[in-house]
Structure formats: C-alpha cells, structure tokens
C-alpha cells in the first residue's frame, strides 16, 4: 500500500521570506510524486513531479522540491514567499506498477503574511 | 489546448435521489480518474477508466458507479445520495503513462 504523510496541517511564514512544506511518502516501488496547489472552491493546479532523472525539481511559480530517497521525502519550497503563495498544497505519490491512482497528503495549508 | 472540464460546477440534491456528474478530460487523454474530497476524509480515489474499461477502484460502497464512452468522456454516477456524499468531486485526466494528472475544477454536490 502506499501512503503519504504530511506532518504540518498550518504552515505560516513571512513575505520573502523562504518556505518549506514537507512530505514523506511510502510506496512499495520507485515513486513518481506530485505537488498540488488548490485555491479555495478550485480544483488542484499541478506545481511539479519526480519521475526520475535529478533530485531537485523545478515547478511553476517559483516552487521546487527535492527528492530523497533516503529520507523518503518531497519537500516543496520556495526562497522567497508571496502573499498569492497563500493556498492549501498536497503532495501525492503513486508507485511506478500498473496502479494508476493518486494517495494524497491531508493538505497543508500555507499563509503568507505580509 | 483545453483543460479538463467538469460539469455541473455545483448541484444540490436531496437524500435518496441519485445524480451524475460529467468529465471531459483533455484532448489525447485516454485515462480519466475520479477523486472525492471532503474536509474529513481528504482526497480520495474513486475509480480510473482508460478505453472504456474500469481499471481500479477505491473503496467506495457500489451505489458509486462509472463509465466512460468512446470519446473518453466520462461520467459518474452516485445512486440513493447519503447526506454524507456531500463532497467536492474531482476528476483527472491522463495519458496512459500515469506520470501527468491535470484536473478539473471540480463539481460540489451538496446533499440536504
């Protein structure tokens, strides 16, 4: 089965400053991870993904994310916050079998404040 | 191009009736997946279609139902709604590799 955890349902930080949002995830194979952004009464907008190839990942807006198998996390950051950065984030894993379902993170929601 | 649409954006319906939400996923997308989230339970996969074909399906009771037709539009049908079925449902379109999920906007079912 896999799982995804993410420890932190509140995330605060200040404008330009630099945040993280973490995740770590379980599957029986290699993960391919996903990054979501939902904005409320929205769907999820797609941020970034591991498939394979470099740890670090470059997304939209700004975002990245490293993978480290080691650790089995994905953490998503950003050097430098905007107060529209102000939204609820997923992280999602699905194993590289012929499963095709998502396993979402209950969500962390990130304020900006400025 | 355009993206993934769903429709309605929102309903309201009444314990006992039966409603069918609709997914047109992208052009070329052949697998479409559907998700429910509520504020308790978080995001949650229903069931994924790829050719017409159910592939996978969560652990929803069988009043949950799918199908999608040859233009891989897709449709999801909930029978005999429980006020618990008010949720946001989601759906997500795909191409076969499963290494690229964009979804709709969503449709929020309200049940009184």
Not at chain 2, 25 to 43: D, E, K
Request: glycine letters at 10%; charged letters at 15%.
């Amino acid at each position: 089965a896999q799982s995804v955890a993410q420890p932190e349902d509140q995330v605060n930080v200040a404008e330009g400053n630099p945040l993280t949002v973490k995740c770590t995830y379980s599957v029986s194979g290699n993960p391919y991870l996903f990054w979501y952004v939902q904005y409320p009464n929205r769907g999820l907008q797609f941020l970034l993904k591991y498939i394979t190839g470099d740890n670090l990942v470059k997304g939209s807006y700004g975002f990245e994310a490293e993978f480290n198998k080691s650790q089995t996390s994905f953490h998503l950051k950003k050097p430098s916050a905007l107060v529209s950065d102000s939204a609820l984030y997923f992280c999602a894993v699905r194993d590289s079998g012929s499963a095709r379902q998502l396993t979402f993170g209950s969500g962390t929601q990130l304020t900006v404040l400025p | 191009k355009a993206g993934v649409t769903q429709t309605p954006r929102y309903l309201i319906k009444t314990r006992g009736q039966q409603v069918t939400l609709s997914c047109s996923p992208i052009s070329g997308h052949r697998s479409v997946s559907w998700y429910q989230q509520t504020p308790g339970q978080g995001l949650q996969f229903l069931f994924e279609y790829f050719s017409e074909t159910q592939r996978n399906k969560g652990n929803f009771p069988g009043r949950f139902s799918g199908r999608q037709f040859s233009n891989s539009r897709s449709e999801m049908n909930v029978s005999t709604l429980e006020l618990g079925d008010s949720a946001l449902y989601l759906c997500a379109s795909s191409l076969d590799r499963g290494n690229g999920y964009t979804f709709g906007s969503g449709t929020r079912l309200t049940v009184v």
